[in-house]
């Protein structure tokens, strides 16, 4: 497992953008990193995630054209690019680190270890 600390969460208004980054304590070169998000009452969800060979992403479809992941390996740093926010991404934002070499979907028994969190709301 690795630590992972998620920052760059916040508030904005519908129509606006924030960056979340997520710094990992150890090598997560060849790990999926994928965010998930958990809004009150709901259950957690895979949003974005990005394997660690060639790079592939997948999205939710619910955020599919607004937001980009991506993922900078000599720093151990993940990224999201959340633009053109919506009331509905107010969420927990959650980085996650799969297990080595396992294909990069969002099945969570995938992921062992997971940050702490970063609130976004998005107002509207």
């Known amino acids: 497992q690795v630590q992972l600390v998620e920052s760059g969460g916040g508030s904005v208004q519908a129509g606006g953008s924030l960056r979340l980054s997520c710094v990992a304590s150890?090598?997560?070169?060849?790990?999926?990193m994928a965010w998930f998000r958990q809004a009150p009452g709901k259950e957690r969800e895979g949003v974005a995630g990005i394997d660690g060979g060639a790079g592939s992403t997948s999205y939710a479809d619910s955020v599919k054209g607004r937001f980009t992941i991506s993922r900078d390996n000599a720093k151990n740093t993940v990224f999201l690019q959340m633009d053109s926010l919506k009331p509905e991404d107010t969420a927990m934002y959650y980085c996650?680190?799969?297990?080595?070499?396992?294909?990069?979907?969002?099945?969570?028994?995938?992921?062992?270890?997971w940050g702490q969190g970063t609130q976004v709301t998005v107002s509207s």
């Open positions: 996650a680190a799969a297990v080595p070499f396992l294909s990069c979907t969002f099945e969570r028994y995938k992921y062992n270890s």
């Open positions: 150890g090598y997560t070169a060849r790990r999926c």
